[in-house]
């Protein structure tokens, strides 16, 4: 059943792409000599389209190549996303896919934006008040997609985004492995105390030869202490900095999932089992004892 449908989506696509050529009043051989001009200038035959191979792709349900995608999209004057659409392939979707891969590696995501649309809200229950908690999947009448285009009054460059690898339990209980983080690239200096509780603490992303990580970080005069959350199991690290260690911007944003089990390694694990709150109390304990050996009179609150 997949299978036939499949194959109509195919035969759907190329009469889409059939519909294309003719309204530009484009003939087969228009196209072959208009791809042969492209497979000349970039010096490869992969983006020349003969006659037969067109006929293949309008009639037949052959998917063209990404080369061929390229060729048409130029041909048509129409952009290579549409074409892929019509195979199924919406790249302004992708972040919709994410949380079906998991890298262990924390790491800055760009998948959101290189969208070119979003579906946001474009109306509301009449008795929706911004002033009060509520599910928003029940007062959202209707949404919509809107280019992005017409959010760049909204642009702000300063924010990059990341993401919190699988493995990288640095910030749990807080920020578990799978959250996504919006990072304020303007707040690339490191604040020393004036917090009341660790939830008012900044936390910063920060790349190290390793790769990326977020943590709470202290100075000293020539190294960066990356503190982890004191129920994490990783150990504190200390940096040169900023040979070692270069904080990208502080975490002014996040989302992550609720309920989220740590990863099943016995690197990282930290399974429910009697006796774990004292373990715990005690990797807080030397973790605090370690950060003060280091960073004397800053010890977090």
């Excluded at 579906?119 to 280019?147: C, H, M």
């Excluded at 990863?263 to 973790?287: C, F, M, Q, Y």
Aim: hydrophobic share 40%; net charge negative; with cysteine.
């Amino acid at each position: 059943m997949m299978r036939a449908v499949w194959g109509v989506s195919m035969l759907s696509a190329g009469c889409k792409l059939r519909n294309l050529r003719e309204n530009l009043g484009l003939t087969m051989r228009d196209i072959e000599s208009a791809s042969a001009r492209l497979a000349t200038r970039h010096g490869n035959e992969e983006f020349a389209i003969p006659p037969s191979r067109l006929s293949d792709i309008e009639t037949k349900g052959v998917i063209p190549s990404i080369y061929r995608i390229y060729t048409l999209a130029i041909i048509y004057r129409r952009d290579a996303k549409e074409l892929l659409s019509f195979y199924g392939i919406d790249l302004d979707g992708g972040a919709a896919d994410l949380e079906l891969v998991q890298p262990p590696k924390t790491h800055l995501s760009e998948v959101v934006g290189e969208s070119s649309v979003m579906r946001v809200p474009i109306k509301f229950d009449p008795s929706f008040d911004p002033r009060r908690t509520a599910n928003l999947g029940r007062v959202v009448e209707q949404w919509g997609v809107v280019p992005v285009a017409y959010l760049s009054q909204f642009e702000n460059h300063r924010y990059t985004y990341g993401y919190v690898g699988s493995d990288d339990c640095t910030m749990y209980p807080i920020l578990p492995p799978g959250s996504f983080l919006q990072i304020d690239e303007s707040k690339n200096k490191v604040v020393e105390g004036g917090w009341r509780s660790e939830y008012e603490r900044p936390i910063y992303f920060v790349e190290t030869r390793d790769g990326y990580t977020a943590c709470w970080c202290s100075l000293t005069a020539e190294e960066i202490v990356l503190q982890p959350h004191p129920l994490s199991p990783v150990a504190v690290r200390i940096l040169k900095h900023p040979m070692e260690a270069e904080v990208i911007g502080q975490v002014v944003g996040f989302a992550m999932r609720a309920g989220a089990p740590l990863p099943d390694s016995k690197e990282h694990a930290v399974p429910i089992r009697d006796g774990d709150l004292t373990r715990w109390n005690e990797r807080a304990a030397a973790s605090m004892r370690y950060f003060d050996a280091v960073v004397p009179n800053k010890r977090p609150e």
